[in-house]
């Protein structure tokens, strides 16, 4: 995200500004990555990247009013929830997923 946002900012790349827009196991690919982004976007094409952007934001956004409605209508499930979180990499909404499958009834 970094990366496009300073793509539409036409930024300049080398590897002085990717070391400060990447982050992890990308920082080993910053040779590839100053070629990769050598050149230019046209008008059209920076328009349709800002058009991709923000469908991408409007998704982030409707998936956290989704978690959010799920932890509200969840709530009355807390003791069920917190018993299947206790099983090995289960966290709160797979335990929410796992009890809308098989209901409360655990015996």
Not at 11 to 23: A, C, I, M, Q, R
Not at 33 to 57: C, H, P, R, W
């Amino acid at each position: 995200m970094n990366i496009i946002k300073a793509i539409l900012d036409n930024t300049s790349f080398d590897e002085n500004v990717l070391s400060d827009l990447v982050l992890g196991k990308m920082c080993e690919k910053i040779p590839y990555l100053v070629k990769a982004l050598q050149g230019s976007l046209t008008f059209a094409q920076a328009e349709k990247l800002k058009i991709a952007l923000d469908n991408y934001q409007n998704f982030n956004t409707k998936i956290i009013q989704i978690e959010e409605l799920i932890v509200k209508k969840s709530k009355p499930f807390k003791q069920s929830i917190d018993l299947i979180c206790t099983c090995f990499a289960i966290k709160k909404t797979s335990a929410c997923i796992i009890l809308a499958e098989i209901g409360n009834d655990m015996t």
